[in-house]
Structures are given as C-alpha cells and as structure tokens.
C-alpha cells in the first residue's frame, strides 16, 4: 500500500493505492495553525504503508513537516519526492528549465496522457489556474497561469477600498449588487481564459478539470468537460510505478 500526498498551495491533500486504485482521497488547508496534529490524527487511523509519495508545490518546510510526521508514525518508510523531468513517461515537457514546470502540472501531464491519450488539455482549478496542453505524440506544447477564482477576489478586496470579502456563492451575470459582481466577474474572467485558449491553440475535444473549482467552472463552459478530483494523485501514482518499481 502506498500513501500519496500532495502538497498544493492551498491544501494538502492524501489518499491511500491499493493495487493501483486510488481512495479515501481527503483533504485540508495548510493555513491551519494545528494542521500538523490534524494531519498527525488523520494518518494515525492509516495502515503502515510500504512507500510514502510526495508532491509539493507550496513550502519546502511544509513538505518536511509532513514527512517527519509519517516517519514519526511508521518509522524507517520509504519516502519518494517527485519531480518535473524534461522527459518521462511517454511525454515530453515544454520547458527550457525542465525543473521549473511546477511538479503539480507534470503529474497532470503523465495523467492526462496515460489515462486520455491523444491531443488533450488539463485545467487545475486552484489558487491558480493552469492550462496545459499535450499533442497526439506526448508533446507538452505549453500552457498558461492565471490567478484563481478566491485570488482573484482576494486581489480586489487587497486594491480596492470599502469592499468585504464574502464568501457565498451567487447566480452569475449581470450583477444589481457588488458582491454578485464580483463574483460572476471572477468565474467569467476564468471561464473566458479556458474557452479562449481551448480556442485560439488547440483543436482537441478532450479537456480535463481538476481542483477545488472545477466543478464550479465546469458548469459555465461551453465544452464537454471531464472532471477528475483526484488526478494529481493519479499521475503521482503513475510517477512511483513506472520510476521505481
């Protein structure tokens, strides 16, 4: 048995793979002052697993809590850390600076291509989001960043006098009251990035959303949409399969 994490910007999110099936799938904010005795509640209830894998886009200190936290539990585990290549598991990465592809985006990619072959494009619905977008060979064409739906709103409450930060959700269009407004302006502004980019650089019929608020923007698109809420962990599950057994 395996325990995959995965250390988003946000969120810290686990599950258990037996026999290649991924469950149990769970999750909690890191910004959390006793996340760590949450977390240490949480794994205390999980079976001794024979690897430990790791992926991490937030703080290299939270990474490190983490691990010492399972090694603390399960003494002498093995601990895998995974990490962007320039080229694995039948894809080929985009970047000049192959490490500099956030290892969350790279485990979509070996994901997306494994479990959706062919021209395809994964959206990660975080605190940011990223669109990339593989073709029919495996090749990592690039893609694009944009603040999330909660920064963006965030900014405005950050830059802009007199506004409060409410968390409710509201019908989207035109809006009769600031709140609603910004609300349907954050989903639209992130709607209209990945219909254009679906638009203006890709031919493909394939699009998988995954992170917090992918359900929420699956339900403005005017695509068909694949929802995938664990798909990180399935490409993490992927990365410690073909790399190390």
Same mark, same amino acid.
């Given at each position: &048995?395996?325990?995959?994490? #995965?250390?988003?910007?946000?969120?810290?999110?686990?599950?258990?793979?037996?026999?290649?099936?991924?469950?149990?799938?769970?999750?909690?904010?890191?910004?959390?002052?006793?996340?760590?005795?949450?977390?240490?509640?949480?794994?205390?209830?999980?079976?001794?697993?024979?690897?430990?894998?790791?992926?991490?886009?937030?703080?290299?200190?939270?990474?490190?809590?983490?691990?010492?936290?399972?090694?603390?539990?399960?003494?002498?585990?093995?601990?895998?850390?995974?990490?962007?290549?320039?080229?694995?598991?039948?894809?080929?990465?985009?970047?000049?600076?192959?490490?500099?592809?956030?290892?969350?985006?790279?485990?979509?990619?070996?994901?997306?291509?494994?479990?959706?072959?062919?021209?395809?494009?994964?959206? #990660?619905?975080?605190?940011?989001?990223?669109?990339?977008? $593989?073709?029919?060979?495996?090749?990592?064409?690039?893609?694009?960043?944009?603040?999330?739906?909660?920064? &963006?709103?965030?900014?405005?409450?950050?830059?802009?006098?007199?506004?409060?930060?409410?968390?409710?959700?509201?019908?989207?269009?035109?809006?009769?009251?600031?709140?609603?407004?910004?609300?349907?302006?954050?989903?639209?502004?992130?709607?209209?990035?990945?219909?254009?980019?679906?638009?203006?650089?890709?031919?493909?019929?394939?699009?998988?959303?995954?992170?917090?608020?992918?359900? $929420?923007?699956?339900?403005? $698109?005017?695509?068909?949409?694949?929802?995938?809420?664990?798909?990180?962990?399935?490409?993490?599950?992927?990365?410690?399969?073909?790399?190390?057994?």
């Amino acid at each position: &048995m395996k325990l995959l994490i #995965d250390i988003g910007n946000t969120r810290i999110k686990w599950a258990v793979e037996e026999d290649n099936i991924i469950k149990n799938s769970k999750a909690i904010e890191h910004n959390k002052t006793n996340f760590l005795s949450l977390i240490r509640q949480a794994w205390g209830k999980i079976e001794r697993p024979t690897t430990i894998v790791v992926s991490c886009v937030s703080k290299n200190e939270i990474a490190d809590q983490l691990i010492a936290v399972a090694e603390n539990i399960w003494t002498d585990v093995e601990v895998i850390v995974a990490k962007s290549s320039a080229i694995g598991f039948s894809i080929s990465n985009a970047y000049k600076q192959a490490n500099k592809l956030g290892v969350d985006r790279w485990l979509a990619l070996i994901a997306l291509h494994h479990y959706y072959p062919g021209e395809s494009v994964v959206v #990660d619905c975080g605190t940011a989001i990223t669109i990339d977008v $593989l073709n029919k060979q495996g090749l990592h064409l690039g893609g694009v960043i944009s603040p999330g739906i909660q920064l &963006m709103k965030y900014s405005l409450f950050q830059g802009t006098e007199d506004l409060s930060n409410v968390d409710q959700a509201f019908p989207v269009g035109l809006s009769n009251n600031t709140e609603s407004a910004i609300y349907s302006g954050t989903v639209l502004a992130a709607v209209g990035l990945i219909e254009k980019t679906l638009r203006d650089y890709t031919d493909c019929h394939t699009l998988v959303l995954t992170g917090g608020d992918a359900e $929420l923007l699956s339900q403005y $698109l005017n695509c068909k949409v694949i929802l995938e809420p664990d798909f990180v962990l399935k490409g993490l599950s992927l990365y410690s399969r073909e790399k190390f057994e």
